[in-house]
């Protein structure tokens, strides 16, 4: 199995200071980190207002950073061949374009909040796996978040955490171009280890809620398919849109304020609109359902969960794809409690309750059934609930 590990983070972390300090030739003024994340249950409800249960991974990006006396703004990674340098006054939409548009958005999102940061340099690096429905963007934009609010002197809280959450969104949703409802973001700065984090999307609101599948002797796997895997292609707006249309033709400014929901579903006539608020009702009664079993020790419940969910995001959501179906469907005969895709879909990630006896034997088997149909190799993760941004260095 191609295992992909979440590395050392004191090793990565002097390695990107390295990498900054052969760039740049001084030292940076920092090297802060954000985590990948994985939801646990509440697919596309984030942007409707709902419930979602995600937790951070042990896959991080790193970014060292360190101000310039000028107002230049350079960002480089560890990863990518292409480099970005422009001005302060430059980094909107249309301005910026590939993957650093996920750190310079970042900068011109707090401009347009007011703050006043100086020219910097950047320098990324991460093993989050990117295109795999992870939260490698969001990654990005809250380390480099982190690295600008101590540069500029703030004290980190709980009230400015939840601001650099809406800088990120915007980042992501007007400079790269991909909508975003804030799920990514929020777990990236609110998470704290040995919890999934139950975030509330209506009013943003979190409760960290334990997660120790180990104690039960399982093991949450994550297999990234591989797949193509992008949220700024359409699909994710599509379906975003459907949504509030919905929301618009049932009164309502989201889809999470509706109260009789089996009268809301008989009011809509289009077919397809009907089964994405579908998805969504349900969904949000999955995410509460998910939390009430880990509170009671049910992981068979909690597997359950999982799997009706999967089977929501592929009939009425549709935004599976064959990969995916075959990781769950694969797992299941091998004796996962539950499995399910996980994040935008279209490809991306999927993840199984697995006895953690039978991890290997999941993980061969997945595998298989990718080559049996010519499919390029996945690869695995163990995810362990870890700590949000964070400062290392």
Request: glycine content about 10%.
């Amino acid at each position: 199995m191609d295992t992909l590990e979440a590395g050392d983070p004191t090793a990565l972390t002097d390695a990107v200071a390295d990498t900054f300090v052969d760039l740049h030739g001084r030292q940076p003024f920092g090297v802060f980190a954000a985590p990948g994340r994985v939801n646990l249950i509440g697919e596309h409800v984030d942007y409707n207002g709902g419930l979602c249960l995600p937790m951070a991974l042990p896959h991080t990006t790193y970014a060292a950073v360190a101000p310039r006396d000028d107002d230049t703004v350079t960002v480089t990674s560890r990863q990518q061949d292409d480099s970005f340098s422009g001005r302060l006054d430059a980094l909107g939409p249309g301005q910026v374009t590939g993957w650093a548009t996920y750190a310079a958005g970042v900068l011109w999102a707090l401009q347009q909040d007011g703050w006043e940061p100086p020219g910097m340099d950047i320098v990324v690096d991460s093993t989050v796996p990117l295109g795999a429905g992870l939260s490698s963007s969001a990654a990005i934009e809250c380390s480099v978040a982190l690295g600008i609010t101590e540069l500029v002197g703030r004290t980190l809280d709980d009230e400015l955490r939840a601001a650099l959450v809406r800088a990120c969104m915007r980042a992501e949703s007007e400079v790269a171009g991909a909508p975003t409802g804030g799920m990514d973001q929020t777990i990236a700065l609110f998470a704290r280890a040995e919890s999934a984090l139950l975030l509330d999307c209506r009013d943003w609101s979190t409760t960290q809620v334990g997660w120790d599948p180990a104690s039960a002797d399982l093991t949450l796997m994550v297999v990234d398919t591989r797949a193509s895997h992008s949220l700024s292609d359409g699909g994710y707006e599509s379906r975003r849109r459907d949504c509030e249309t919905a929301a618009r033709t049932l009164g309502v400014d989201l889809l999470r304020d509706v109260g009789d929901t089996d009268a809301a579903l008989a009011k809509l006539d289009d077919e397809r609109t009907r089964r994405r608020v579908r998805h969504v009702f349900t969904e949000i009664d999955r995410v509460r359902d998910a939390v009430r079993q880990l509170e009671d020790g049910d992981f068979e419940g909690l597997g359950a969960s999982f799997t009706a969910s999967h089977v929501s995001l592929r009939d009425d959501y549709e935004v599976s794809a064959p990969e995916l179906d075959a990781v769950v469907d694969t797992a299941l005969e091998h004796g996962a409690l539950g499995a399910r895709m996980t994040g935008g879909g279209f490809g991306g990630s999927a993840i199984a309750l697995v006895p953690t006896g039978s991890v290997e034997d999941v993980g061969r088997a997945v595998a298989d059934a990718f080559e049996e149909q010519g499919w390029d190799q996945p690869g695995f993760l163990t995810a362990t609930p870890s700590a949000g941004a964070r400062r290392l260095r």
